[in-house]
């Protein structure tokens, strides 16, 4: 199985940030809420049995390094005593700089952590004072050079394109220092601003935010930048080096994307610890209460603390499929697709490839009889493509960020 752990805490907000957290400077809040994963941890293999391997681990947040080192080795050891971690597999940890130092990431990697993402952002002074982020190009360097010194090279780095004060010739800079960093992977996502949902982003408007134009205009620069330094683009948002699993994986056509990204592994079940943790096992997916106290009680009365739950339908599980295939692999093989579903591809799907028409006269997208293939300009607008097949979307209704 895959295993998602949620740490919840940051020190401070930045203001651009989506996930989901609490502000605090007391590090022994850490604490009881490892007691409660472990415990979580214990519910869950009652019910699903202690014979489990772990072959994907992952600590997001929040901030996973707000734990004291003490609580983390807590942690690390009581799930190990449930469940088999095989030596082959990835523990990976989003780590804040700001807030770690070499004997913190040292002791992580003594507990067999193998993989190390960074929320770089932006590496401009401007940029990541105004979107109150303050951290040191310096500061990234020292932690990623002595990982490196460890022989770690599995560092994963988080970009921001469309932030307050970004322009080409800032970013531009920002994507030079990041190739020489030499990250084995690259995320690289757009800002969501979502006001109506995380009121703190209203601040930023004060500074005025890149517009759909020069969003492109970035995203085109770290884009070509990229490239041309040898990484690989992968699925919508991601860049690896060659030899990255992600890759490799994309170049057989396995590769797969779940909540936390682009992932090597398909079938794996997930299993989500912690608030507002998502488990997506067999059919199910499930999400966790998001407030702590609830969470805590829950646990605390041997209960699973889930906030709400759904069953899919042999149709959710189709169009998911169908999704993850063009999300990732940029193409679907129609008549792969009937046999494994037992449907008329183009029967089931007549009200979509009409939507596709458009998309296809665009130069998106490229409609056979049996297959579909992302072209390489529609992979920009990838969003847009597999949302036609999104029976639950209704823009008319709910509002989202932007999808380039
Ligand atoms: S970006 Fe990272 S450090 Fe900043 S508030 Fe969000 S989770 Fe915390």
Known sequence: ?????????????CLFCGCHLFISKDHHAGGPYVDRLLAEAEIIAKRVGRDHRVMQLALGGGTPNFLLIEDMQRLIDGLRAIWEFPEEGERSIEIDVRTTDNAYMDRLLDMGFNRVSFGVQDLHPD??????????????????????????????FDLIYGLP?????????????????????????????????????????????????????????????????????????????????????????????????YTTARGLDLVGLGVSSIASVGDVYVQNRKEIPPYMDDVDAGRLPWQKA????????MRRDLIIDLFSNFTLDAAAFEKTWNVDFWKAFAAEREKLEP??????????????????????????????????????????????
């Open 127 to 156: 940029v990541v004072s105004r979107v109150r982020k303050h951290q040191s190009q310096e500061l990234v360097e020292a932690i990623v050079s002595h990982l490196l010194e460890r022989k770690i090279q599995a560092l994963n």
């Open 359 to 404: 998309l296809a006269a665009d130069g998106l997208v490229n409609l056979g009889d049996t297959r579909i293939d992302v072209t390489p300009l529609g992979r920009f607008f990838i969003r847009n493509i597999c949302t036609v097949f999104d029976q639950y979307l209704d823009p008319t209704t709910q509002r989202f960020s932007k999808t380039v």
């Open 1 to 13: 199985m895959s295993l998602y752990i949620h740490i919840p805490y940051c020190e401070r907000r």
């Open 165 to 261: 004060g970004q322009n080409p010739e800032r970013f531009g800079q920002t994507i030079d220092e990041t190739i020489r960093m030499r990250p084995s992977r690259i995320a690289l996502f757009g800002y969501a601003h979502v006001p109506w949902m995380k009121s703190h982003q209203k601040v930023l408007e004060r500074y005025g935010l890149p517009d759909e134009k020069e969003r492109v205009q970035l995203w085109g620069i770290a884009f070509e930048k990229f490239r041309d330094a040898g990484y690989v683009p992968i699925g919508m948002d991601h860049f690896a080096e060659p030899h990255d699993e992600l890759a490799q994986s994309q170049r057989v056509g396995r590769l797969n994307r779940n909540f936390m990204g």
């Open 310 to 317: 759904l069953t899919l339908s042999t149709e959710d599980k």
